[in-house]
């Protein structure tokens, strides 16, 4: 095998390690979407806290994956600085976000 097969074939699987993990982030953020759109549109007008009825149960357990799912990107936040370091996470945060 030559070492230009080899390179190729590492960009390649890069790539799709990338691809793979853009499209568990936007799923991840797209569960959280439809969940928050659900919990907020099921709030009713008066209390929030009791719940007197299976729509209320159901608006109470979107609540709570939607604090699960903030939890979770947090944590995978957390992930990308370990592997890339402080200082790589802020650099990449200003080369996405400066336009």
Request: proline content about 1%; hydrophobic content about 55%.
């Amino acid at each position: 095998m030559s070492i230009k097969f080899l390179c190729l074939s590492v960009d390649l699987l890069l790539f799709v390690y990338l691809q793979k993990q853009f499209f568990m982030r936007m799923l991840l953020v797209l569960i959280h979407l439809i969940f928050l759109t659900i919990a907020i549109y099921m709030r009713p007008h008066h209390d929030l806290v009791h719940y007197e009825n299976a729509s209320d149960a159901f608006r109470f357990a979107c609540e709570i994956i939607v604090v699960l799912s903030c939890l979770a990107n947090y944590l995978m936040h957390i992930e990308e600085v370990r592997s890339l370091g402080i200082r790589l996470f802020f650099v990449n945060l200003v080369s996405n976000y400066s336009g």
